[in-house]
């Protein structure tokens, strides 16, 4: 277990997953029970597609739960999708409420509409607050997000009001009382859930 768990933090998550590729699904899994929680999710990422599939269809549901509520909520709502039905439903049963309930409002989305291919977890920060407490707060929640390039800010009812960058704040941290919302940027773009994903992607090529 001690070599397998070097294994998995010796090189980059993709280039693990890539010498992983000769392992049958049960191997995988094996060696992926024995990376810490967060490791584990990056390096199942960046399996092949019909590899993860076969890992959830194929391993004990009770252990790979965990690790399909710890992925990315875009993610791992494409992968349910393409796991047999039966799969899913016990998957969905062993996952938190909140995160099962995210999955299945993302899952209602129509194929090929911007709400079935966003994702939900977007760091979001109080209109209220200065640049320190803003990054206070950014480091308390760093760990709930895969990244952390924009950060939106909401009024007290949750209206979004604008964006910075996590860039922004950092470089702004010499004046750590500067309101956030003197450095947000306030002309969004944004879409519908219900548009479709190829006039979205037009809207952010143009």
Known sequence: VEGL???CIALHPARTAEFMEGLTASEAWTVLQAADAATRVEIFGYLDRNKQI???ETCDPESIGPLVADMPADDRVDLLNAVDEEVARKLLALIPSDKRRDI?????????TAGAVMTTEVAKLPESLTVRAALDELSRIAE???TI?????????NHL????SARQLVTHLNKPKLPITELMERNLVTVEVTD????VAAKVGK
Not at 104 to 111: D, G, I, T, V
């Open 5 to 7: 768990h070097e294994f």
């Open 54 to 56: 076969e890992i959830i």
């Open 104 to 112: 299945q409002r993302l899952q209602a989305y129509p194929e090929g």
């Open 144 to 146: 709930n997000f895969e």
């Open 149 to 157: 390039y924009y950060v939106y800010i909401v009024d007290e009812n």
């Open 161 to 164: 009001r604008g964006a910075v």
């Open 196 to 199: 479709d994903q190829e006039a």
